[in-house]
């Protein structure tokens, strides 16, 4: 695999006060990186920064080995999707995706040519001469990626790009935007503050947590083997024991209930359900520990184990190999 | 509650009444056929008609349209201009700017009249239409950067950072994007400006010279003499054209950024 | 590179409004500091009589009623806008906007037209006058105009959509959840306007009064057109200053005053909205 883009020392100080501290980072040719973190974590800031609309404090940026600390955003070899997609309200959608070609001044036989194709592949052929005010939210979304995608980048970014749209629209859009990447070949470098969207899309993901990359590794690995406290209890639910100054983190999914009369070696805490929570596949059962004042949370999947109620004494238990060890 | 309400209402047509009955009763007596303003003997175009055969009021006119469109084309283009470049300062310079924006709107009119007065006869600039028109020009600039820096604000940087991201030039950014986007802005800004030269007594007083006399320096010599059906006459197209051109003015600024017809 | 060409699209207007702005408040200032010859003319020797001269009873005076009456100016207006700004602010909207029109355009008639108007009305030939004496109910028409009273009913006149159109913009961003909060504590409508909507408003009104205020200070139409010989405003002081008496270097000191006055007020103005808004903020 070739590095596509390469981030070195990078760090971004506001008014003197840092927002992301120097680190290093490279993104392979092709590949779906996602940077994830809650609102504040310096992730927008850091595709900003490698779109040329904000310039690192100290550190380089390198596009296939070119440095870009010189290189005006209208000269790099990328195009960006924004959240509220920044169509050109005067402008129809044919003028919006023509717009970059326009600008770099390619011959209109390939204008004409390459809009097709793109009209061709977001399923806009129809709605060309529409304004982006007659679209709806998905359509603009589309626009936006025709817009920068008919431009061929080396590098897409795309800054929470299905943030402003409703539930069911992200996750097809979601699979869509997918099967876009694998098959135009295109290195995206993704934003959003949705782990499971992250999950659903990235080769690799980055969590970010106060400008820091906490982990970066396949959705997999920061799942089942987080490195990080942040990482253990930002992404999906988790269980923290924290025993002898270390931290132990095991998943809801993987605690085993056993009814408390039946002796075993297996059980490794005890307590009593304090609620339990049908979510139609799956039970969300809520177990206070005895002797604390801890609540751990396990799942039940609908067609398994004891019908547990409210008030039942249950023994907890856990594989040995579903344990991730952390530092507190 | 009822008869508070209705005590407030009643209250607030009074307020609109003292707003509008003497404008109405100036308009009013301009079609009066006596001289003798008070008493209603029938209605009237004569007034009209004489300040059409009035070689002074066509005079005044002339200069007021001529220092106006002049006036408000120059704080047009000079105060676009500036509202364009001013992000591109530090935040330092920006609010020295800023100042020096603001600063004209707020101080009373008579002082910029007079600082003016004092200027062109320090450098010995005959007063006349040229010394108007730079006044006036002054005076709009703050105005057309008002309007139109709220245009850009309202704009967001979104768009402008999309055009560089697709490769446009700043320059190319500022013609295809920001220029159609704020047009009417830039619009607005003109018929402010034009308005407001249109209208303009105070600073002109102080800066005209003898063959440079303004429609309302012309209205203040006739009121100085006292009322006459004339001067009613003169007074009501000053405002009837005021108030066209400041709604369409407004009409312009409202235009929302996201339906401008291309 | 490029964005620093951009930067030069400032400089015209800078450049315009330095030569045109800043250098003749900077003359005039300067101007303020020097003698008047026997002709009138401009004499260039530095002295501060003219500050001096301000002192003197005559003009303490004229300064004491120009002070006085843009204070009832300001009363007034708020007393006649703040009801008018409280029922546009409780209209729906459509009908908002047209009210709102309706206090704007006379704000856009010039002053002078404006108060030649009331001429019309309050000569004594006037709409009034004739109206009274046509009812029987006077034989001598009545002295309304070129008074006290007649320069405070024009500058009221001229200067309440200064009034109207920051209170109502207070009054609109008025949390109404804290209102209805007050009334379902019990208190009554006039208890929850004294205690509640009026210190929510606070800053509006503020607002308005020093644009009315600064205003009033320095007009000099109104008073020239509707007041007599007695009731001469600081405004008009200098305009004579600089017409007729051509002591443009004392008229030039009463204007840096007044400036000075103005840019005080708005000061302390911001200094007040400041506080106001930081307490606000951490209620």
Known sequence: MKTIIQLDTIEKQFAGSVVVPPFSLSIEEGEFLTLLGPSGCGKTTLLRMIAGFEEPTSGEIYLEGKPLSQVPPYKRDMNMVFQQYALFPHMTVEQNILFGLKMKKVNGAEQQQRLEEVLQYVQLSELRKRTPKQLSGGQQQRVAIARAIINNPKVLLLDEPLGALDYQLRKSLQLELKNLQKNLGITFIYVTHDQEEAMAMSDRIAVMNKGRIEQIASPAEIYNRPQTMFVATFIGENNIFQEEGACTAVRPEKLKLYPRDVESEKHKKTGRITDVVFLGNLRKIYIRLDGTEMSVLAHQYANEGYDWQVDHQVAIGWSQTDEVVLSC | MKKRSNALSGFSWLMIIFLYLPIAVLILYSFNESRINAVWSGFTWKWYISLFENRQVMQALSNSLSIGLISSVLATVLGTAASLAIKHYSLRWQNIINGLIYLPIVIPEIMLGLALLILFSQFQVDLGKATLIMAHTTFSIPFVMVIISARLADMGKDLEEASQDLGATPWQTLRYVILPLIMPGIVAGFLMSFTLSLDDFIISFFVAGPNSTTLPLYIYGLVKRGVSPEVNALSTLLITSTVLLVIIAELFRRKDSKTIPY | ?283
């Open chain 3, 1 to 283: 590179m490029k964005t620093k060409r951009i930067k030069l699209l400032a400089l015209p207007t800078l450049v315009w409004m330095g030569a045109l702005f800043v250098l003749p408040m900077i003359l005039m200032l300067a101007l303020s500091f020097m003698e008047r010859g026997t002709y009138g003319q401009v004499v260039y020797q530095f002295t501060i009589d003219n500050y001096i001269r301000i002192f003197d009873p005559l003009y303490g005076l004229i300064f004491w009623d120009t002070l006085v009456v843009a204070v009832l100016t300001t009363v007034f207006s708020i007393l006649c806008g703040y009801p008018l700004a409280y029922y546009i602010s409780r209209l729906e909207k459509s009908k908002q906007q047209i009210w709102l029109l309706l206090v704007m355009i006379p704000f856009w008639i010039n002053f002078l037209v404006r108060s030649y108007a009331w001429v019309i009305i309050l000569r004594s030939q006037g709409v009034v006058n004739t109206i009274l004496q046509s009812l029987g109910l006077i034989d001598e028409p009545l002295t309304l105009l070129y008074n006290s009273g007649s320069v405070l009913v024009g500058m009221v006149y001229t200067l309440l959509p200064f009034m109207v159109l920051p209170i109502y913009v207070s009054l609109e961003q008025m949390d109404y959840r804290k209102l209805e909060a007050a009334y379902d504590l019990g208190a009554t409508p006039w208890k929850a306007f004294w205690h509640v909507t009026l210190p929510m408003t606070k800053t509006g009104v503020v607002t308005g009064s020093i644009l009315v205020f600064v205003s009033s200070i320095g007009m000099f139409v109104v008073p020239d057109v509707m007041g007599g010989a007695k009731s001469a405003l600081i405004g008009n002081v200098i305009q004579n200053q600089f017409l007729s008496a051509r002591d443009w270097p004392f008229g030039s000191a009463l204007s840096i005053v007044l400036m000075l006055l103005s840019l005080l007020l708005i000061l302390l103005y911001f200094k007040a909205t400041q506080a106001g808004g930081a307490k606000e903020g951490s209620a």
